[in-house]
């Protein structure tokens, strides 16, 4: 079992910055490649951004691409979610999730999820 545990939202302009992290436990962090999800109010959730098991390789949702940089440190067990440039369409709840597998934007793909950090940007 993993256990995923998200910090970092809040409440920011449009225009700022925020950074999101996923702290894992449970069995090794670096067997697992990571996404990070998001669910905006009223709609599905949808993939974001992953990285693979040792963090060379990055994948990322054409809206977010830019923006976004996702990140790991196997060290400290942590995935992290730089987000820059953040736009009110940003704003929803982001999730954290683990697969034992190559990196995907499939979600359900993933097998371990955290609670989520809600991300709300205005306008």
């Known amino acids: 079992q993993v256990q995923l545990v998200e910090s970092g939202g809040g409440l920011v302009q449009a225009g700022g910055s925020l950074k999101l992290s996923c702290a894992a436990s449970g069995r090794p962090f670096s067997w697992y490649a990571m996404g990070w999800f998001r669910q905006a109010p009223g709609k599905e959730r949808e993939f974001a951004a992953a990285i693979s098991r040792s963090g060379g390789s990055t994948y990322y949702a054409n809206s977010v691409k830019g923006r976004f940089t996702i990140s790991r440190d196997n060290a400290k067990n942590t995935v992290y979610l730089q987000m820059n440039s953040l736009k009110p369409e940003d704003t929803a709840v982001y999730y954290c999730?683990?697969?034992?597998?190559?990196?995907?934007?499939?979600?359900?793909?993933?097998?371990?999820w955290g609670q989520g950090t809600q991300v709300t940007v205005s306008s």
């Open positions: 999730a683990a697969r034992s597998g190559p990196a995907t934007s499939g979600e359900r793909e993933y097998d371990y």
